[in-house]
């Protein structure tokens, strides 16, 4: 399990990051993940143009829909401002959202940014679970436990790494494939609140 309790005593300060070098980072991450789609959409539109080919556009609209979904999730979970949606609706934007199970019922959270930790977590949780499965998150201000279930399903290493030692948080920072873990950790300690991971493994809600 997961587990981010709540400390507002003495909370951990914030590492001596470039703010150049994150901004640089985050932007990486950010075009990785719109890019792919984005190539896709662009070739399957040309395709309808030249050979008015209705496959093909069929193909361009669930494209255009998966950039919409990635793209919302993204704001809500890395952006600003008080008008974050309801968590599960933001599930069509993670990744092999398919195969994938969002399961919020018990996050009784009303403070925005322990709600963009909770979606930076389960993005996180996301690179843990190569084959799909379910994400469960529950707590509240005062705390949050989120919980992995599906075949293969483990923490990521980096995770582990950058909840255990400051330097392995700043390269996570250097690191566009690290980012959702990186920003989770930020964003926790921005909150006054440590990560720990209880099971390497298996997940669960305690």
Do not use: Y
């Not at 790494?161 to 964003?187: D, F, G, H, S, W």
């Amino acid at each position: 399990m997961l587990t981010v309790p709540l400390d507002r005593t003495d909370p951990p300060k914030l590492p001596a990051l470039d703010p150049l070098v994150l901004a640089g980072t985050l932007c990486a991450r950010l075009c990785h993940d719109l890019a792919g789609s984005l190539g896709a959409l662009t070739g399957t539109l040309e395709m309808a143009a030249e050979e008015h080919d209705r496959e093909a556009l069929v193909l361009s609209v669930a494209l255009a829909q998966e950039l919409t979904a990635r793209l919302r999730l993204l704001r809500a979970a890395w952006g600003t401002g008080n008008d974050l949606p309801d968590l599960a609706s933001l599930q069509p934007g993670f990744p092999a959202a398919e195969r994938l199970t969002l399961d919020t019922k018990g996050l009784d959270a009303t403070d925005e940014r322990v709600r963009r930790l909770a979606l930076s977590l389960m993005m996180a949780a996301c690179m843990g679970l190569p084959r799909g499965g379910v994400i469960r998150v529950r707590g509240d201000e005062s705390g949050l436990s989120v919980a992995i279930e599906g075949p293969r399903a483990a923490w990521p290493e980096v995770l582990k790494m950058c909840t255990a030692n400051e330097e392995a948080l700043l390269e996570a920072c250097e690191a566009p494939r690290a980012m959702p873990v990186a920003q989770a950790c930020l964003q926790a300690r921005a909150l006054g609140m440590t990560l720990r991971v209880e099971d390497a493994t298996h997940l669960w809600a305690g």
